[in-house]
């Protein structure tokens, strides 16, 4: 690759990963209502044709920033279940950020849950960010349990439950912690 390539593959990745910060600051200060191909050509400074060349409309741009969200998610699990995980308390701080992170970062969640996207759950096109964050929950149950996998899809089940229902207002937030006791000690059955 010649030294004009590599810059304009350097300048494209730049514009790829602008126009998906742009989104996201978007939909996290206005809503994702408000993010839409004219204002995020006007936010970055670039045409709507650069902006379709990077990504075939909303839904793309959705999806990107969604693939992004997994990534920081899995990073934000990993560090949580890392600090706890000799305590025996690994499946109770994992959740705790989950929730956390959910209430910090509303648009991004939406985005990477809510919102349709093109990403795979649970099947063998799964992207490798999504990926590692579902197997932080994993990590959190004993490795010689044969089902593991299936305690931690219905925690995350969970937890996404009540994510959502808190957010809509449909459970009251000041009962969340308990809520999380029960799922870690009963449904989970880790004490």
Known sequence: ?????????????HRHQLIIAAARELAETEGWEAVT????AERVEYSQPVLYS?????DAIVSAVAMDGFGELATHLRLARRADADSGQALR??????LGF???????YQAMFILPTDLKFA???????LRAAFDEFVH?????????ELFAEVVWSALHG????ADSGRIPAEGQQERLDFLVTRVAGVR
Request: glycine share 2%.
């Open 37 to 40: 191909t004219r204002r995020l």
């Open 140 to 148: 959190c149950f004993p490795p010689d349990n044969p089902r593991r």
């Open 1 to 13: 690759m010649s030294a004009l390539s590599d810059r304009r593959e350097r300048e494209r990745v």
């Open 162 to 165: 009540m994510v959502v229902l």
């Open 102 to 108: 959910a209430a910090e970062r509303p648009a991004l």
């Open 123 to 129: 099947s063998a096109q799964t992207p490798p960010p």
């Open 93 to 98: 701080a994992v959740c705790r950020a989950y």
């Open 54 to 58: 990077h990504f075939h409309g909303k």
